[in-house]
C-alpha cells in the first residue's frame, strides 16, 4: 500500500556548540500517516521539526520531501506544508482575520478567498465573536486555534504540529483530534510531537520514539506494547527512556514540601 | 543578587520604611529582584547566546554624562541666575522625565507584579514602596550622572552655598517629576478601560515626548540666548514654566534680588512637588487598583475598514505577495505601541523642526523677506523622520512570529520588505510632509511647488537608501524592540548627514536656469534606479 515516501531523513545529524541534538536519525514517512513525535524534553524534537520546515539549514545528512532535497531551497515545497510552532509566537496585535489574510496571502492564495475561507473557519471552531478583536486578548486555547487554522488555509499535503493541542478546553481537543484523523483519511500526512502521552496513543497510526537524538522505538501502538508488555504508551515512553523512578521521585518531593514527614 | 550598593544604602533607612508600615525585608526583596531581571533585560535573541552581562541601562549612562556636560557652559556666560539655572533645570527635567517616560513606564504600569506578588502575602503598601523606591533608584543614578560633573563644578567654581542650593532644588525637582509622571498615568487609567486605555498611555507617552521638545525650544527662545546676560524681569506666564521654580532662589538667595514674584515662585518650587508627591503616595493603592483594567479583556468585534490605506496599496504595489505585506505592514505600526512610542516622537519632531528654523530665521526678517528667501529648504529637516522610521521597520515586540516568513513560500525577501517600506512611507511620512508642504506653500506660494515635488521624489530615493543600509539581512519586524535602542547610532548619523548630500545637490540646481526641471527628471530616474537595485526582486535573495 506504500509507495514513494512522502518524507525521507537520512542519517540526519544536528550538532549545536557542545551538543549533538540528533545523532543519525533515518525515517521515512508515508502518505496519510499519523506519526506521533515523542521523547523526552531537549531528545530533539522540535529541532526536527524546525529542519523539516527549512528553518534549520545547517544539519548533515539528507531530508527529502516530496523527493525534493530540503538543501535545494524549493519554495514551492513550503505551499505543501502546514506548521503550528510551539508557544504560540504570533504578532498578537492583529485580528485573527487580519493575521490569516496575510498568511494565506503569503501561501499565494487570494485575499477574498482566504477571507471567506477564514471567517468561516474561524465560525467553525467557535471564535465567530472574535473575529476582529486583537489575538493579544485571547487566551492559549483561542490562539492555538488560530494558529490550527493558520497552518491549513492553504490546505497543505503534510502537516507539521509542536504541541498542537496545548491550551484548548477537552472539548476542543476532541474536534482537534477529529479533524487530524479526517485529514489522515483524506490522504494528508500529519507529523506532530507532543508530551501528552494519551492524546498521542490515540489518535497516531505511528508511533516514533526520540531519546539522546537517536530513534528508540518506531512503529504503531499496538507493536510498541507487544516489545515492551506494558499496559500504556506513558510507561512504555518510560521504560524505553531508563526512566523508572516516577514514584520515588514524587516521594522525595512531596517529604520535601511537607518538611521531611515520611510518607507510606 | 542582594548585594546591589543601591540596596545597602536603602539599608541605612530601614527605619523610616519601618515607620510607614512597610515590610522592609519584603520590600528589599522585591527590590533586589527587580534589578536583578533590569540587568537581563536585553533580550537574548533565538540562541542561546551568552547572557550579556551588566546593567545595560548603567551602561547607557555614559551618554548622559556627555549631555550633562552640554550644562556646564550656562552656568559661566551670562549675567541673570534665574535664566542660567532655569536653562540647567530644563535640561535636566527634559532629559529626566524623557528617560521615565521612555524606559520606565514599563516599571510603572507592570501588572504583573500584581499577579505574582500579591499572590504571597506582601501587603500593598509594601508592593508600592518596592516599585517607587526601584524607580528612584534608577532615577537617582540618572540624575547622578547627569548633574553630577556640572555639581561638581559649581561646588569648585561658585561655593558650598551655591551647590547646596542646588542639590537642594534638584531634589524637589525630582519629586515633581516622578509626581507628574505617575499622576498623568494615574488620570488616564480612571478615564479609560482595557484596550484603548493602552492606547491612550501610549499616546500621552508620545505626546510628552514631543511636548518636552518643544517646550524645551520654547524654553531657549523664551530666553532669547543674547538675552542671557540682560537682567530677568518676570512676566506672568513664567509660572507655568517649571523650570523657573527651582532657579527662582537663585535669583533670590544669590542673586540678591528680593521680589515677590520670585519669592512665590521659590515657594511654588518647594510646595507644588511635595503636594504632587504626598497626594500621589495617598492615591497609589487606586493607581494598582486601576491598574487591572490593563488586563481586562475587551471584545470590540467591529472590522476597521481604511479606504485610504486600501486606496494606496491598490496604487503602491504590484503583486499579491507585496500587497500582503503591505497591508500587514500597516496594521502592525498602527496597532503595535512599543513602535508607535518609538517612531511618533520622531515624526512630531520631524514636523515640528523646519517651522522651527523659519521662527528663527523670522526672528530678525519680516514675512515678506521670508517669502522672498529660500529658506523652504528648511523642509528637508522632515527627513529626520525617514531615518527613524525605516530603521524601526525592523522591529516588533512580537518579532517571534517572524518564523512564519521562513515557513511560508515567500519569492523574494525584497518583496516583503517593499510592501513595508511603502506601507510606513504612505501612512507616516506622507501624510506629514503633505501638512508641510502645505503650510510651506502657504508661505512661500506657488513658486516652490516643483521644489515641493522634487523633495518627495528625494524623500523617496532618500527612504530607499536609508532602509537597504538598515534593513540589511533583515526582514520587516523580524528584531525584537529592545535591540533598536543599541544598534545604529552611527548609521543613523552617517544617514542624517546624507539628507545634506541632498539639500546642496538641490540649491546648486535651483541656481541653474532649468535646473528644477532636469533635476526633477534626473531624481525621477535615480529613484526608480535605487528601488529598482537597492530592493531587487528578480534575484533570489530569501533570508532564513
Known amino acids: 500500500m506504500q509507495t514513494e515516501p512522502i518524507i525521507s531523513m537520512r542519517n540526519l545529524v544536528m550538532e549545536f556548540p557542545g551538543k549533538r541534538v540528533l545523532d543519525g536519525i533515518s525515517l521515512d514517512v508515508y502518505r496519510g500517516q499519523i506519526i506521533g513525535y515523542i521523547g523526552p524534553n531537549g531528545a530533539g524534537k522540535s529541532t526536527t521539526l524546525k529542519i523539516l520546515l527549512g528553518l534549520i539549514q545547517d544539519y548533515k545528512g539528507t531530508v527529502e520531501i516530496f523527493g525534493d532535497d530540503l538543501k535545494k531551497e524549493n519554495q514551492e515545497v513550503k505551499r505543501r506544508i502546514g506548521y503550528v510552532p510551539e508557544n504560540a509566537e504570533i504578532y498578537d496585535t492583529l485580528t485573527p482575520m487580519e493575521y490569516l489574510t496575510f498568511v494565506g496571502e503569503l501561501y499565494g492564495l487570494q485575499r477574498t478567498v482566504v477571507e471567506q475561507k477564514a471567517q468561516e473557519l474561524l465560525t467553525v471552531l467557535g471564535l465567530e465573536d472574535v473575529v476582529h478583536t486583537r489575538i493579544s486578548s485571547f487566551s492559549k486555547g483561542m490562539r492555538q486555534k488560530v494558529l490550527i487554522i493558520s497552518s491549513l488555509l492553504h490546505d497543505p499535503d503534510i502537516l507539521f504540529l509542536d504541541e498542537p493541542l496545548s491550551g484548548l478546553d477537552a472539548n476542543s481537543v476532541m474536534v482537534v483530534k477529529d479533524i487530524l484523523a479526517m485529514l489522515a483519511a483524506s490522504g494528508k500526512t500529519i507529523f506532530y510531537s507532543s508530551h501528552i502521552m494519551d492524546v498521542v496513543e490515540k489518535i497516531s497510526n505511528r508511533i516514533v520514539l526520540l531519546y539522546n537524538g537517536k530513534i528508540a522505538a518506531d512503529g504503531t501502538f499496538d507493536e510498541l506494547k507487544g516489545q515492551g508488555e506494558l499496559g500504556s504508551l506513558e510507561m512504555i515512553f518510560n521504560q524505553l527512556t531508563g526512566f523508572d523512578a516516577h514514584e520515588q521521585t514524587a516521594k522525595r518531593f512531596v517529604e520535601l514540601v511537607t518538611g521531611g514527614e515520611r510518607i507510606e | ?544
Open chain 2, 1 to 544: 543578587m542582594n548585594n546591589f550598593r543601591s540596596l545597602r544604602i536603602l539599608d541605612k533607612f530601614k527605619s523610616v520604611f519601618q515607620a510607614f508600615g512597610i515590610d522592609y525585608s519584603a520590600m528589599r526583596t522585591i527590590v533586589g529582584l527587580k534589578l536583578t531581571m533590569d540587568e537581563r533585560r536585553v533580550p537574548v535573541i533565538f540562541s542561546q547566546t551568552k547572557l550579556k552581562e551588566g546593567n545595560q541601562f548603567i551602561k547607557s549612562l555614559g551618554l548622559y554624562v556627555l549631555y550633562g556636560l552640554v550644562t556646564i557652559p550656562f552656568l559661566f556666560f551670562g549675567d541673570s541666575l534665574m535664566l542660567q539655572l532655569g536653562l540647567v533645570y530644563g535640561i535636566a527635567m527634559f532629559m529626566i522625565m524623557t528617560s521615565l517616560i521612555a524606559d520606565f513606564s514599563s516599571v510603572l504600569l507592570d501588572v504583573r507584579d500584581r499577579v505574582l506578588l500579591a499572590a504571597a502575602p506582601v501587603n500593598d503598601r509594601t508592593l508600592n514602596a518596592a516599585k517607587l523606591v526601584h524607580v528612584c533608584i534608577y532615577m537617582t543614578l540618572l540624575t547622578i550622572a547627569l548633574l553630577g560633573i556640572p555639581a561638581i563644578v559649581m561646588l569648585a567654581t561658585k561655593g558650598i552655598v551655591f551647590f547646596l542650593l542646588f542639590v537642594v532644588m534638584l531634589f524637589f525637582l525630582l519629586l515633581l517629576i516622578i509626581a507628574l509622571t505617575a499622576m498623568t498615568y494615574m488620570i488616564m487609567l480612571r478615564v479609560f478601560d482595557g484596550e484603548r486605555l493602552k492606547d491612550m498611555i501610549n499616546y500621552v507617552q508620545i505626546l510628552l515626548s514631543v511636548g518636552i521638545f518643544v517646550g524645551y525650544q520654547v524654553l531657549i527662545r523664551s530666553f532669547d540666548f543674547v538675552g542671557l546676560s540682560v537682567t530677568y524681569v518676570f512676566k506672568w506666564w513664567h509660572f507655568f514654566i517649571p523650570p523657573l521654580w527651582f532657579s527662582a532662589p537663585f535669583e533670590w538667595l544669590i542673586g540678591g534680588n528680593s521680589s515677590t514674584s520670585l519669592i512665590v515662585l521659590t515657594i511654588a518650587g518647594i510646595v507644588i512637588p511635595i503636594v504632587a508627591i504626598s497626594v500621589y503616595i495617598r492615591k497609589m493603592p487606586l493607581f494598582e487598583r486601576d491598574l487591572q483594567k490593563l488586563m481586562s479583556e475587551a471584545r470590540d468585534g467591529k472590522r476597521q475598514r481604511a479606504f485610504l490605506m486600501t486606496l494606496w496599496e491598490r496604487i503602491l504595489c504590484r503583486s499579491g505577495e507585496e500587497r500582503a505585506c503591505f497591508r500587514f505592514s500597516w496594521q502592525l505600526m498602527k496597532r503595535e505601541r512599543d513602535f508607535k512610542l518609538k517612531v511618533y516622537p520622531s515624526l512630531g519632531i520631524g514636523f515640528v523642526a523646519p517651522f522651527l528654523f523659519l521662527y528663527i530665521f523670522l526672528e530678525d526678517a519680516t514675512l515678506k523677506d521670508l517669502a522672498e528667501s529660500n529658506t523652504y529648504f528648511m523642509i528637508y529637516f522632515g527627513f529626520l523622520i525617514i531615518s527613524s522610521l525605516t530603521m524601526m521597520l525592523n522591529y516588533s515586540g512580537k518579532y517571534k512570529g517572524a518564523w512564519l516568513y521562513s515557513v511560508t513560500p515567500i519569492t523574494h525577501a525584497s518583496v516583503l520588505k517593499r510592501g513595508a517600506l511603502k506601507a510606513s512611507l504612505a501612512q507616516l511620512f506622507l501624510p506629514v510632509y503633505l501638512l508641510q508642504a502645505l503650510i510651506f506653500g502657504v508661505f512661500f506660494g506657488w513658486r516652490i511647488v516643483p521644489d515641493l515635488v522634487i523633495i518627495l521624489i528625494s524623500a523617496i530615493v532618500y527612504a530607499v537608501v536609508c532602509y537597504s543600509i538598515v534593513s540589511k539581512d533583515t526582514l520587516p519586524f523580524s528584531r525584537p524592540m529592545g535591540e533598536s535602542i543599541q544598534s545604529g547610532t552611527a548609521k543613523q548619523f552617517v544617514l542624517m548627514l546624507l539628507i545634506g548630500g541632498f539639500v546642496l545637490v538641490h540649491i546648486i540646481m535651483s541656481k541653474i536656469p532649468y535646473g528644477a526641471a532636469v533635476y526633477a527628471l534626473v531624481a525621477l530616474i535615480i529613484c526608480w534606479l535605487s528601488w529598482k537595485t537597492l530592493l531587487p526582486v528578480k534575484k533570489k535573495t530569501i533570508i532564513h
